[in-house]
């Protein structure tokens, strides 16, 4: 495999106490694997959600993926200096934020600039390890950080990398009396080499209505050159995209949530059907719910299981049809709730209902207010927690279905394995042995 070769930058960032990092990879555990109804293993799962600090995830897969990864889209906390609240209520009035009842989200608050720039720094650098000779990342900043980030992205990539610094814009409410309003991004596009994928063809915009009638009225409109005004034009590097507002069908709650089609047009860009698209500051999984939708396998990283569990929940509700597994470092692997269970048993028939989730937060709802989600392994082996009926709470509704049956098909001891998720990202496990006649 031809090396690909990176132009020295002509500057270098330096800043207070830059220093190489010291980490270690993380310890890995599979914890569940996830089936779609009627789905049986063995399979092939083309999704990877992991729970755990994201440099000792990238760390610890990076024997496994190094120059593997298609595209990486990167969007980490912005240099705020801000702590973010995720939404959890419903039913709640939109234009009154002062009742909203949340729940802490992810913190962008660092002791300086410095501190900041050595979290980001071999993030980078390690994953520009983990792209694909073809491979393509896009960092997502604001005015914060992205002229820093730009200075590190030349000394990691070189110089000659940058394709594209795109600026998203969007409209919405600011605060700023004394300047101009902040309503754009910056996305910075970096390529591991020179080839690299770019499909024209899959982000075709059409041509604004003005062009198509100039130059049906003038022959001579744009210098003598047509284009093909039926297939459309290649986007240009500024892009509106609105946000994900409070009513938004999108909307999740979870903060500084992206669109799906700002991550559509830059999977469809810079990946193929079959690719490895990854995001290891994951969010609330807007990479991962529009990677699958479109065929691609995806990696999905956040330190956060509150995070960890609005990905999970986002993708059962897009009924998902390809399995995938979720990872967790062992130091990760809590249970801050205790799900109570009703059994009962017909024959080779099994009734399950979820009667109750205990909490330790002394704030939390009366169930089953409090319940996002909850599934049965019906067979647990007290290991690999398998998945293979699930219900989930949809966003903003009330109502979520606590009762769940299951139809043997072979006598034997058989172990249930319950797990319940609550809205403050908590996750329950119970267990219930039950014996299936011959």
């Not at 071999?122 to 604001?142: A, E, K, N, V």
């Not at 995070?307 to 399995?323: C, G, H, K, V």
Request: include cysteine; glycine fraction near 6%; charge should be negative.
């Amino acid at each position: 495999m031809k090396r690909s070769r990176r132009s020295k930058p002509f500057a270098r960032l330096e800043w207070h106490r830059r220093r190489e990092s010291e980490f270690k990879p993380a310890s890995l555990q599979l914890d569940t694997e996830v089936y779609p109804r009627d789905v049986q293993p063995p399979v092939d799962f083309t999704g990877r959600l992991i729970e755990g600090d994201n440099l000792a995830v990238m760390t610890a897969i990076l024997t496994e993926l190094e120059g593997q990864i298609d595209l990486i889209y990167m969007d980490p906390p912005f240099l705020t200096g801000k702590a973010y609240s995720a939404r959890i209520g419903r039913g709640e009035d939109s234009r009154r934020p002062s009742e909203w009842q949340t729940t802490s989200g992810y913190q962008d608050t660092w002791r300086d600039g410095a501190e900041y720039l050595d979290m980001l720094f071999p993030r980078l650098d390690i994953m520009r390890r983990l792209l694909s000779p073809s491979g393509t990342i896009y960092l997502h900043l604001d005015w914060h950080a992205s002229a820093y980030a730009r200075v590190l992205m030349d000394e990691i990539f070189g110089p000659n990398r940058l394709i594209n610094e795109i600026v998203w814009i969007y409209h919405g409410p600011s605060p700023i009396r004394r300047a101009f309003k902040r309503k754009h991004d910056t996305i910075l596009v970096y390529t591991k080499s020179k080839d690299y994928t770019f499909n024209a063809d899959a982000v075709r915009v059409a041509y604004d209505p003005s062009t198509v009638k100039t130059f049906s009225s003038s022959p001579k409109a744009g210098f003598g050159k047509v284009p093909d005004l039926e297939r459309g034009k290649v986007p240009e590097d500024w892009w509106y995209f609105p946000v994900v507002a409070r009513l938004h069908k999108e909307r999740t709650g979870y903060p500084t949530q992206k669109p799906e089609a700002l991550m559509e047009r830059i999977i469809l860009a810079s990946s193929n059907p079959g690719d490895i698209v990854a995001d290891f500051f994951c969010g609330s999984g807007t990479t991962a719910v529009v990677a699958d939708r479109l065929d691609r396998q995806w990696i999905a990283c956040d330190n956060s299981p509150l995070a960890i569990q609005t990905i999970y929940r986002r993708l059962l509700l897009e009924n998902f049809e390809r399995p995938f597994t979720i990872w967790r470092s062992e130091e990760d692997m809590q249970y801050a709730i205790k799900p109570q269970i009703t059994v009962s048993q017909s024959g080779s028939s099994i009734h399950v209902a979820l009667d109750d989730i205990l909490s330790q937060e002394s704030e939390s709802e009366p169930f089953p207010a409090d319940l996002n989600m909850w599934e049965v392994d019906w067979d647990f082996d007290g290991d690999v927690f398998r998945s293979h009926s699930q219900a989930v709470r949809m966003w903003r509704e009330e109502e979520i279905d606590t009762q769940m049956e299951h139809t043997y098909q072979q006598p034997g001891d058989y172990t249930l394995g319950v797990r319940a998720f609550d809205n403050r990202g908590s996750l329950g496990h119970i267990t219930h042995q039950t014996t299936i006649p011959a």
